[in-house]
């Protein structure tokens, strides 16, 4: 069994700074691409931004220059650390890693998220 907990979420002005973390546990042989999903109300789940095992990153164009992810392999760990947060950053944010389970099993899973919201 694999989990991704994510932790960071709350509530914070606009302009204001956030650090999210997700940790995978469970039958993990490697992690491959881990990344962070967004979904506001009403809205379908959009991808923010990635990251691959070697460190190379991708975002949205609506949140470059302003959020920044990371990793730790050692501690299976993905952050997002999401700086000048706008009200239009509200949404729930979803950490994923597509992680090698076996010799021939690479799945993508997700974790439960975790709120942001960013008041005016």
């Known amino acids: 069994q694999v989990q991704l907990v994510e932790s960071g979420g709350g509530l914070v002005q606009a302009g204001g700074s956030l650090r999210l973390s997700c940790a995978a546990s469970g039958s993990i042989r490697r992690i491959n691409a881990m990344g962070w999903g967004r979904q506001a109300p009403g809205n379908e789940r959009e991808l923010v931004a990635t990251i691959t095992s070697g460190g190379s990153t991708n975002y949205a164009d609506s949140v470059k220059g302003r959020f920044t992810i990371s990793r730790d392999n050692a501690k299976n760990t993905v952050y997002l650390q999401m700086n000048t947060l706008k009200p239009e950053d509200t949404a729930v944010y979803y950490c994923?890693?597509?992680?090698?389970?076996?010799?021939?099993?690479?799945?993508?899973?997700w974790g439960q998220g975790t709120r942001v919201t960013v008041s005016s």
């Open positions: 994923y890693a597509d992680i090698q389970i076996s010799t021939l099993a690479t799945l993508s899973y």
